[in-house]
């Protein structure tokens, strides 16, 4: 059988799990709202698949959330980037 790629995975695993619009969307803004620290403390070092066990599952299956995520990770990541050239 051929290997499936990691987002196609995602999205059986994504679809496999029935949930009513709205309830995506409420949880999804409840994850959304802690991304933020979730990042700050990923780079801190801080254990966060321990720390936000939720909030690392649901980004192993919600797409959105992820895309939310990688942005909020690359736009800190720049950020701190630009500071250490000042």
Known sequence: ????????QRLITQLSVPVAVTSVRKTCVSYQIELPAFVSAELAGDPVDQIYA?????LDVCVIC??????L?????????DEDLL
């Open 66 to 71: 992820l895309s939310e995520y990688e942005a």
């Open 54 to 58: 939720d909030l690392a599952s649901h």
């Open 73 to 81: 990770a690359d736009l800190t990541a720049s950020a701190l980037a």
């Open 1 to 8: 059988m051929l290997s499936l790629s990691v987002n196609v």
